[in-house]
Nanobody, 122 residues
């Protein structure tokens, strides 16, 4: 049974930083591309970042230069370091394991975590 558990969300002031973690179990973690998505209230779930098994990374334009994705294949954990946060980053952040398709599409990910809230105050 695959489980993805996010942590590290919270309330932060604009300009601040947070580091999200996603601990995975029940899958061969090192073989999977892992992604981060976010969903603001009333909006669709959007791609944020992805990291392949090789370590290569992808970012949405809106977070490029501010967010950094990384992974630890020993700890079966993927991270999202978020700097220079602004109120537009407020959302529930989800990690997911890609099972087929393009990295930026939610349809490509079969396994999802429960999400963690990030709230950025002005």
């Amino acid at each position: 049974q695959v489980q993805l558990v996010e942590s590290g969300g919270g309330l932060v002031q604009a300009g601040g930083s947070l580091r999200l973690s996603c601990a995975a179990s029940g899958l061969t973690f090192s073989s999977y591309t892992m992604g981060w998505f976010r969903q603001a209230p009333g909006k669709e779930r959007d791609f944020v970042s992805a990291i392949r098994w090789s370590g290569s990374t992808e970012y949405a334009d809106s977070v490029k230069g501010r967010f950094t994705i990384s992974r630890d294949n020993v700890k079966n954990t993927v991270y999202l370091q978020m700097n220079s946060l602004n109120p537009e980053d407020t959302a529930v952040y989800y990690c997911a394991a890609l099972t087929g398709g393009t990295y930026a599409s939610t349809k490509s990910y079969r396994y999802w975590g429960q999400g963690t809230w990030v709230t950025v105050s002005a």
